[in-house]
């Protein structure tokens, strides 16, 4: 199975997931959030960190390694992330070397392979 290489991770506010009637998580994903160490994208809906916006994003890209989670690893701009392909949750996260800041979630959004082709 290919996964994609690069994608980018929006670290967005806890309350910008409250807007809509359980935020759409699961208890395991809020833990995990508040844990600072998951976040999902609905596919469906790439801007789903509107409408409190992200503090702040990072393009991370495949190193070529398994994290200690099982899944593949991504780095760039200051964040190392694992995450799972099929779901684009993100498993495990450091920010700078550090856990996610409690309050903040992170949401990925997978990158357009012939906009990045183009730059």
Known sequence: ??????????????FAEDTTEAAGTTEAEDTAAAEG??????????????????????????????????YPRYSGEGIVADI???????????VDGAELAFGLSARVKERDAERDADR
């Open 84 to 94: 799972d392909p099929a779901t684009h949750a993100v498993e495990a996260l450091l």
């Open 37 to 70: 160490t998951a976040g999902t994208a609905d596919a469906a809906e790439p801007d789903a960190a509107e409408p409190g916006g992200a503090v702040r994003s990072a393009v991370v890209s495949a190193t070529g390694e398994t994290g200690a989670s099982g």
């Open 1 to 14: 199975m290919s996964h994609p290489q690069s994608y980018e991770i929006l670290l967005v506010p806890r």
